[in-house]
């Protein structure tokens, strides 16, 4: 590997809006300018400790969007990581392409890029303190006429000098790269201010503007340390056995696969891993959203990040540092950042077009009336600088990501793991909800109920094959059955030419004979079904039970029938779903009888049985068709076509799955179904304050802008409203953390 390519430890994905294109997802591919896809030789990441909004992003953006070799940007304001993709050699040009623009970026390597980004030092009061009174001694001198003009010119600019350096030389390198941000237009109205003479004004407009902008920035630092929040979960060290016996504190990133991990009471788990000694009660409510603490016995799964509350535990460790579960949800959350969601893409394109009509109608304000209709030059220019202030879209561009960054991590409080904005927002338009059965509704760990053999001579042979054969598979009905049999003490039999059958059953061959267990289809398809085979299976069905048959090459041998447990929380989950207006269907590959009958418990509106996955998929596909928003639920393996196929795919239990955590669009990291239905919530009261931020943002603009033409607004007026519309859009997003 290049050495350039020592900085690319991991390529981020895709946008979620397509990261399920190797399963097939065929969500609508909608362009991304935000980010253009990593398709470079190499993949770095750069921390930049000044971006924090997307005036940066879009300077960052012109500046390496000229470079011949670089293939793709993705930003991360909210961690304020840059991962440039680009041809080997071309960071030796692109570091100094940032440097260019007053930014100091700094190459992560894997040590530094699993660590929180700092939070940067904050800027001291006392200046802008400083800078506030000598400004408002300009107004006092200047409007009761203490002095000369020349004292209240020097106030001014001692103010603007104090306070306002920083802004002009960022406006400058704006303005130097064609780009019209905050700092440009700000700059401009402030030398404007002061060409005319308005010198105390001028003075006023840049302290209110530093004021707005140190008091944004500590606003977006709650978004922020929202995600930083989730990092401080696990303990950065460790108390780890050692060859001897001994026990050492260890930092969490030395320690390896396998060690034992002592954790006391009251402590945070640090690494996901297995119980080999002790009992506890564990609270897994940062990771799962559990309410009740989860008792945790040898053998049992620990999650880093979660709080041993009553005994002493060890534990074997299952997964490095950058591997646990925790580590997966905290980059989901990050990466999902990185998206662009319908809403934001509609303003992003908004601002780009908005920002140079405004300019070019203030230059428009100052030059024509004067002309046209012989109006004051000074008066109007004045009117067109106020409408420069105005002209800034920061209060519309900064609303949406901070308000879905806001409801990403507020999900993921509540065990609920959104893979990108599009989703979030998207989740409203939810109208019909797929779900499969088995560890769905169900617990997922049904129990072998009845047993019939179906010939004239009781065989205990076939008994001991049919849990040989169950024994092999990890379908739940296989695991009553192999179950069963341990607890029977039942010997197991080789299984030669071991064949699972999708949607069927298996096969097997024991002692040479060639031996089937499935479902009612298999015994179809191998065309064993006879009428009374038919009323047994019935019978059995009719009762909410699942029945599999053992059979051989000539005659079915023997009948088993296991029965599963419906969750308490499932029939919560769908009554919720139907306040809500979601309907509700049950996808399983359980006989229709079952699947029925379970339905009934659960009250789902509509089921389906006898379904393979290809089933599945065409039921969704056949749904989408008639232009319904369909979900599906299942465990992001056995489901995976449904799954991709669906507007929203959510994967259940997903704590502790590598496999559901990437692939789904929701994770669900316990097995709570209320929880979609609380996604569902969430989505609309996201979707709800991004149009009361947008109607709020253009609306005091639109006001402005005619109080401005009609000569009643003043720079300093505008400024209050430009950055105070920013905050108040900023803390309206913020508080879907407090929900």
Known sequence: MSRCCDHSHQQPPAHPEHAHDHTGHNHEAVPQPADAALTGACNTRIRIEQMDCPTEERLIRDALGRLPGVAGLHFNLLQRVLTVSHDEGMLAQVLPAIRALGFTPQVEDDRTAQQPAAAPAKKPWWPLVLAGGVATASEVVHFAGLGPDWLVALLAVAAILMCGLNT?????????????????????????????????????????????????????????????????????????????????????????????????????????????????????????????????????????????????????????????????????????????????????????????????????????????????????????????????????????????????????????????????????????????????????????????????????????????????????????????????GQALHGVEDFEALPGRGSKGRIEGTLLYIGNHRLVEDLGLCSAQLEQRLEALERQGKSVVVLCDEQRALMLFAVADTVRQSSREAVAELHELG???????????????????????????????????????????????????????INDAPALAKAEIGFAMGAAGTDTAIETADVALMDDDLRKIPAFVRLSRQTHAILVQNIVLALGIKATFLALTLAGEATMWMAVFADMGVSLMVVFNGLRLLRK
């Open 582 to 636: 979601v309907r509700t269907c049950m996808l399983s590959g359980d006989n229709a009888h079952t699947a029925a009958a379970i339905a009934e418990q659960v009250g789902v509106d509509e089921a389906r049985g006898d379904l393979l996955p290809a089933d599945k998929l065409a039921w969704v596909e056949a749904r989408q068709a008639q232009g319904r928003v369909v979900g599906m639920v299942g465990d992001g």
């Open 168 to 488: 002009y030389k960022k406006g400058w390198i704006a303005l130097k790269n064609r780009n019209l941000n905050i700092n440009a237009l700000m700059s401009i109205a402030v030398t404007g201010a002061v060409l005319i003479g308005q010198w105390p004004e001028a003075a006023m407009v840049m302290v209110l503007f530093t004021l707005a902008e140190l008091i944004e920035a500590r606003s977006l630092d709650r978004a922020r340390n929202a995600i930083r929040g989730l990092m401080d979960l696990a303990p950065p060290r460790a108390t780890v056995q050692q060859a001897d016996g001994s026990w050492q504190e260890l930092d969490v990133q030395a320690i390896r696969l396998g060690a034992v991990v002592r954790v006391r009471p009251g402590e945070r788990i640090s690494l996901d891993g297995e119980v080999v000694g002790g009992s506890s009660t564990v609270n897994q409510a940062p990771i799962t959203g559990e309410s009740l603490p989860v008792e945790k016995r040898v053998g049992d799964s620990v999650f880093a990040g979660t709080i041993n509350e009553a005994g002493s535990l060890e534990f074997r460790v299952t997964a490095a540092a950058r591997d646990t579960t925790l580590a997966r949800i905290i980059h989901a959350v990050e990466e999902a950042q990185g998206s662009r969601a319908p809403t934001q893409r509609f303003v992003d394109r908004f601002s780009r077009i908005y920002t140079p009509v405004v300019f070019a109608f203030a230059l428009a304000v100052a030059v024509l009336p004067p002309l046209v209709i012989g109006g004051a030059w000074l008066d109007w220019v004045y009117r067109a600088l106020v409408l420069l202030v105005v002209a800034c879209p920061c209060a519309l561009v900064i609303s949406t990501p901070v308000t879905i960054v806001s409801g990403l991590a507020a999900a993921a409080r509540k065990g609920i793991l959104i893979k990108g904005g599009v989703y979030l927002e998207n989740g409203r338009h939810l109208a019909l909800l797929a779900l499969d059965k088995t560890g769905t509704l169900t617990h997922g760990k049904p129990v072998q109920t009845d047993s019939l053999h179906l010939l004239e001579v009781d065989e205990p042979l076939h008994v001991a094959w049919a849990a040989s054969l169950a024994a092999r598979s990890d379908h739940p009905v296989s695991r009553a059955l192999a179950q069963r049999g341990e607890e029977q």
